[in-house]
């Protein structure tokens, strides 16, 4: 095997924006009291390109009254319909191709069947869509999985660090996956997805980002001021340590 397959891109981060969440219609005159709502959850990349270039299956794990809850999709679209009446958390599981990343992603979704009583009454035709931005990280990427994915529109590829060279083309041998169409724009529920402002949300990901490492500045200051004041100085106005 040629090792610099396996060759990792120091300062180097690959990432994929994606959305994942549920569309539930309400079934309207053909409701019963254990069958009230149709609905979808998925995962898609946020502006609905091809994901299996990453993503290699997810499995969605429903509430253990469902018929065979856990559920496995191994191509795109990721997603699955079911109908019921109930609201409950679904564990999303994401696995990866080999060249991307051996480590699993986990997510969790509430599906929610019941409008907000601003948005009105239920309606067969307007259904509830509850949707989550999120942005999947691979740092220091394998030299065949940047090549791979360099030119790929449902991936942000930034460009390389001085000092960093690839090898020339065909000098690494990618295994490409079996092209097919896979993107999620002409989807029959793309109507109702929500359309995320990549600029927006990478602004809301930075300041979230900012106010951790402020936080843990925070702490790092007071626990070295803890730690750096003589035993003998804590007073009783002083109760460090204790609770």
């Known amino acids: 095997m040629d090792a610099s397959k396996n060759k990792r891109l120091k300062d180097v981060e690959i990432s994929f924006p994606i959305v994942y969440g549920t569309i539930s219609f309400w079934l309207g005159k053909k409701a019963s009291e254990y069958n009230s709502h149709k609905w979808t959850v998925y995962v898609r990349s946020a502006n609905n390109e091809d994901l299996s270039v990453i993503v290699k299956r997810v499995v969605f794990q429903l509430h253990p009254s469902f018929q065979n809850p856990t559920r496995v999709v191994e191509q795109q679209p990721f997603e699955l319909s079911e109908s019921g009446w109930g609201e409950f958390e679904i564990a999303i599981t994401l696995y990866f191709h080999s060249d991307?990343?051996?480590?699993?992603?986990?997510?969790?979704?509430?599906?929610?069947?019941?409008?907000?009583?601003?948005?009105?009454?239920?309606?067969?035709?307007?259904?509830?869509?509850?949707?989550?931005y999120d942005e999947i990280v691979f740092p220091e990427p394998t030299e065949a999985f940047f090549l791979r994915v360099q030119n790929h529109p449902a991936a942000n590829v930034p460009r390389l660090p001085p000092g960093i060279t690839l090898p020339p083309p065909g000098s690494v041998e990618i295994v490409p996956y079996e092209k097919k169409r896979g993107d999620?724009?002409?989807?029959?529920?793309?109507?109702?997805?929500?359309?995320?402002?990549?600029?927006?949300?990478?602004?809301?990901?930075?300041?979230?980002?900012?106010?951790?490492?402020?936080?843990?500045?925070?702490?790092?200051?007071?626990?070295?001021?803890?730690?750096?004041?003589?035993?003998?100085?804590?007073?009783?106005?002083?109760?460090?340590?204790?609770?």
Not at 107 to 130: D, R
Not at 193 to 201: G, I, K, L, M, R
Not at 225 to 237: A, D, H, R
């Open 100 to 132: 991307v990343c051996e480590k699993r992603l986990d997510l969790f979704h509430l599906l929610k069947l019941y409008p907000e009583e601003e948005a009105g009454p239920q309606s067969t035709k307007k259904p509830v869509v509850v949707e989550t």
């Open 184 to 243: 999620t724009r002409d989807h029959p529920l793309s109507q109702w997805f929500s359309n995320f402002s990549e600029a927006d949300e990478l602004l809301k990901l930075a300041a979230a980002r900012q106010q951790v490492q402020a936080h843990i500045a925070k702490l790092r200051r007071q626990l070295t001021m803890i730690e750096g004041m003589p035993q003998q100085s804590k007073g009783p106005g002083q109760q460090f340590g204790h609770i």
